[in-house]
């Protein structure tokens, strides 16, 4: 089965950085979609960042500007690189792997989370 391991995660101050990585168990070529998703306390889980397999990126909102989504192919690693960061930003951060057949998921993997914490 398709592992996704995330790690990076811990407490910054607002104003700082954190690098989350997550590594995949297979060549994170096969996947057509990569990305982070955050749930924080109360909320739903909401989309953070994606990259396809084409090199197209997509963030929400709230993070654009501050987050960039990287890869490594040869280390079957996606990286989220996050930047001023804001309490409000403070989550569980979970990787996601999809294969799609005809635009719609046929295949769609979780990490276990990451717990990011932003605070003074």
């Known amino acids: 089965q398709v592992r996704l391991v995330e790690s990076g995660g811990g407490l910054a101050q607002p104003g700082g950085s954190l690098r989350l990585s997550c590594v995949a168990s297979e060549s994170i070529i096969n996947f057509n979609v990569m990305g982070w998703y955050r749930q924080a306390p109360g909320e739903q889980r909401e989309l953070v960042a994606t990259t396809t397999s084409g090199g197209r990126t997509n963030y929400a909102d709230s993070v654009k500007g501050r987050f960039t989504i990287s890869r490594d192919n040869a280390k079957n690693t996606v990286f989220l690189q996050m930047n001023s960061l804001k309490p409000e930003d403070t989550a569980v951060y979970y990787c996601?792997?999809?294969?799609?057949?005809?635009?719609?998921?046929?295949?769609?993997?979780w990490g276990q989370g990451t717990q990011v914490t932003v605070s003074s």
């Open positions: 996601n792997a999809r294969v799609l057949v005809v635009g719609f998921p046929r295949d769609n993997y």
